[in-house]
């Protein structure tokens, strides 16, 4: 069976954890930061976990994260 091709734009933003979960950057930190409070940007400032809903399709993009 051939290797499989990462997603270069996936690996980018997404990286696996050692228990196999996907972190992933949260949004709305780019612009209009003054318009958000300090708790807002200091919540935002860390990273999430990827829905179970989405973990299967993003699993495939990067296969040997």
Do not use: C, E, N
């Amino acid at each position: 069976m051939p290797k499989l091709k990462t997603h270069s734009g996936a690996a980018k933003r997404f990286k696996k954890t050692g228990t196999g979960k996907i972190k992933r950057g949260q949004a709305t930190m780019r612009h209009l930061l003054t318009a958000k409070t300090t708790k807002v940007k200091r919540h935002l400032a860390s990273s999430a976990l990827v829905s179970k809903a989405d973990h299967a399709k993003i699993s495939r993009m990067i296969p040997y994260a």
